[in-house]
């Protein structure tokens, strides 16, 4: 069964440590992506890769970091320089214009 | 980044009723997509648009394309308790260049 696979699905951590939120797929897909979304609101995109060993800021990327250095995976970290990081983290893969298919999320909250 | 401009924010219907939402934006797309998310999870792709005026549908989900390519609305018929959730609308340019709309929450009275 091909899919993302995001996890874990909740995660604790205190304030000021950094935390590494992990996005797998195995659709063969080019292109992946972060994005965050807060109660209410619709998805910020936060980092982008379109191809292995590049990635692109998006919207919101300031206090995260991202690597792709393989094809399937584009783990996110959240920094301690991220002001208020506690939010639900989405991510998602896409071939190019075929829309984007999402992870089933990965809930942060920092204590 | 710019924010598609998606209405209504939310909707309170009776099961069985028909719900329309639609999304306009500024800029001109070449795709538009709708997702539905429920509580706690991923959005889902319901349908996909590549064509201004194209007319697509899924079940009970109708989606166009708008002709100005700046809109696009997507209808339910004769909803029922399932389609609760989060609906978003989604334009994509070219490449990395998508969007989405701030979604809008269906509630189903049964």
């Known amino acids: 069964d091909g899919g993302i696979t995001q996890s874990p699905k909740y995660l604790f951590r205190k304030e000021g440590q950094n935390v590494t939120l992990s996005c797998e797929q195995n659709l063969n897909h080019d292109a992946m992506y972060w994005y965050r979304q807060d109660p209410g609101q619709g998805l910020r995109l936060i980092y982008y890769?379109?191809?292995?060993?590049?990635?692109q800021k998006g919207d919101i990327a300031e206090g995260y970091s991202v690597s792709r250095e393989k094809k399937e995976s584009f783990p996110l970290t959240v920094t301690s320089a991220q002001k208020n990081p506690t939010a639900f983290y989405l991510c998602?893969?896409?071939?190019?214009?075929?829309?984007?298919?999402f992870g089933p999320g990965t809930r942060l909250t920092v204590l | 980044g710019q924010q598609l401009n998606q209405s209504p924010q939310s909707m309170f219907i009776q099961e069985g009723e028909d719900v329309s939402m639609n999304c306009t934006s500024s800029s001109i797309f070449n795709t538009w997509l709708w997702y539905k998310q429920d509580p706690g999870e991923g959005p889902v792709l319901l349908i996909a648009?590549?064509?201004?005026?194209e007319l697509t549908s899924n079940g009970r989900l109708t989606a166009q394309f708008g002709i100005t390519r700046k809109d696009s609305f997507l209808n339910i018929s004769a909803s029922i308790p399932s389609d609760v959730g989060i609906y978003f609308c989604?334009?994509?340019?070219?490449?990395?260049?998508?969007?989405f709309g701030a979604g809008t929450r269906l509630t189903v009275k049964p």
């Open positions: 989604a334009g994509q340019y070219s490449g990395r260049d998508m969007r």
């Open positions: 648009l590549y064509k201004a005026g």
């Open positions: 998602a893969s896409s071939n190019r214009d075929w829309g984007e298919y």
């Open positions: 890769s379109q191809i292995v060993n590049d990635f």
